[in-house]
């Protein structure tokens, strides 16, 4: 299934956050969108999440417009997000936060056959499931965001920041496990300031800047334009 989204726009208080964005996930890709810091990017997402209203503009998944639907109706066509700053419930244990991915009727009865896999793809997890999450390391609280995300079953996985805060380390495990989800057929849309990473390993990339998209492509084409090696490779 894919996702077109067309001339979208949100504001805050009458001012636009993102203008007239056009972008594409076809099914199985990868795409990143990068921009510097108040570029749009994570509005973007939660739009397509459905945690922000869109002003204008189509957001289409599988056919299915979700422009101005509720977050959980977004969840119910099968778009996942895992929000930048892992917002989990810290008193609650690992397991718990994870349940609480598979809340719709479609996905709880899938709960211990997803359950299972997000213990396969985060080891630590499966040690630490009767932890409160607010004792985890930011690295593990990453994983268990991303668990609860793929708890949901989704189809297309939207992805704010996950290497925000993370160690150098922390955050080629992160990307391992993106990169193992992919390779199972897997959509995903990756808002990331880890330009490098992002590139890596995107399919297709969208560069945002002041809520326009200012140039898209492949990575490796990305990456010769010298203006993007200057402003977000430092090269």
Known sequence: ????VRDLSVGYGGAPAIVDIALDVGDGEIVSVIGPNGAGKST?????AGM???ERG???????????VAPHQVCRHGIALVPEGRRLFAGMTVEENLEIGCYRPEARGMRDASLERVYQLFPMLRERRGQAAGTLSGGQQQMVAIGRALMAGPRLLLLDEPSLGLAPAIV?????????IHAEGMSMLLVEQNVAQALEIADRAYVLEEGRIVATGLPRDLMAQSRIREVYLGL
């Not at 973007?44 to 397509?48: E, G, K, P, Q």
């Not at 189509?58 to 101005?68: C, N, P, R, T, V």
């Open 44 to 48: 973007l997402i939660n739009a397509i």
């Open 58 to 68: 189509s957001i289409a998944f599988g056919g299915a417009e979700l422009a101005h």
């Open 52 to 54: 922000l209203r869109a």
């Open 1 to 4: 299934m894919s996702l077109e």
């Open 172 to 180: 080629d495990d992160v990307f391992r496990v993106l990169r193992t």
